[in-house]
């Protein structure tokens, strides 16, 4: 079964740095796309950052500069570097797995809180 679970978060000052990790299971990791998801408080999920199979990156605006999505497809776990966190950055992050094969259908892990204190 698709497993994907999420670690790293935490509570941490105002530019500071936090690592995500996700942890995936279930499926050829190395030729589906990956992506870390955020939800804030009466917000609606929004994408943070995306990594393809071939390691192509996309970013939010919101974030460009100050986060650096990962893979390491040897051990099936996606990352996401978080630097100059700002309190804006408070949310829940969750890992998607976008699998195409043998039909579309996206995975989720239950989130990691980040919480960034000003």
């Known amino acids: 079964q698709v497993q994907l679970v999420e670690s790293g978060g935490g509570l941490v000052q105002a530019g500071g740095s936090l690592r995500l990790s996700c942890a995936a299971s279930?499926?050829?990791?190395?030729?589906?796309?990956m992506a870390w998801y955020r939800q804030a408080p009466g917000k609606q999920r929004e994408s943070v950052a995306t990594i393809t199979s071939s390691s192509r990156t996309i970013y939010a605006d919101s974030v460009k500069g100050r986060f650096t999505i990962s893979r390491d497809n040897e051990k099936n776990t996606v990352y996401l570097q978080m630097n100059s966190l700002k309190p804006e950055d408070t949310a829940v992050y969750s890992c998607n797995a976008e699998i195409r094969y043998p039909a579309p259908y996206d995975y989720w892990g239950q989130g990691t809180q980040v919480t960034v204190s000003s």
């Open positions: 279930g499926f050829i990791f190395s030729l589906n796309t």
